[in-house]
């Protein structure tokens, strides 16, 4: 082949070359204009968070969310994430498929942090809206509120109820009817010949703490759930010449708060028995 023919062909490899350069560039840019709706509604939403409008990014995510979380729910979640610490976010990758998409990437916080994101997002109507978020490995949806704290009349009668039902084990030495009202959580891990033993030491003492039910108990500190989901009551019983101490834990089961631990204290001042 010829010097010049050669070079010809040289030329027409970098130009082929080239083009292969610039195709590829336009079909990125491609992908990346045809997605930029899903990161553009991604970023509304997640503002409205950084924002501390949380009202107004559940008002604009899907349907579908709302179906799965009200709203005191969701905004309960978002602060438990962190996402209201919003401040930025860079992307990595992001598609369609027929009318659901999703964002993946960092956000980087207002306190200089960053988390892992996926924003997932459905089409409703002319918009992208977001029904699913992952933060930091945590899926918004799974959190769920806290239950409330029963009202204080209502506080008062689980305390009378558990303590009186205990100190009827303790007087018959027979735990049964008191294992019977535990929360599931507490039944597996006990038996009523285990909590016999376990307040063996009432029993040996004789201790009667029957008088607690013409008193009213005093609450302190004031009742709480705590991160695990567990209402926690504490407080003790004015009586004379001993007074009753206690601590309760409940777990909500079937709609209800079923006792799941107690600690009972009898004594004066600080001296306890």
Known sequence: MKKGSLIGCGIAGILGLGLCVALGAV???????????????SEQFLA?????????????AAADLR???DESSFTAAVQQLGLGDYSSASWHSRQIENQEGTAEGTVTTKSGGSKSISVRLVREGSRWAVVGVRYGGVELATIKSP?????????ERMVGDALLGFNNGVRTKDFTTFYGRLSDVWKKETTPERLRTTFQDF??????????????PRLAPPAAVNDKGVLVVAGHYPTQPSQVR????????????KLMGIAVSVGKGNTTE
Do not use: M
């Open 48 to 60: 409205l968070l950084g924002q501390g409008r949380f009202a107004d990014a559940y008002a604009s």
């Open 147 to 155: 239950p409330p704290v029963p009202a204080e009349a209502e506080l």
């Open 27 to 41: 079909f990125v840019g491609g992908i990346f204009a045809l997605t930029r709706p899903v990161v553009d509604a």
């Open 67 to 69: 179906a799965r979380q």
């Open 203 to 216: 029993i040996a003492k004789d201790i009667d703490i029957a008088p607690i039910k013409d008193v009213k």
């Open 246 to 257: 206690f601590e309760l834990e409940y777990a909500q089961e079937r709609g209800g708060w």
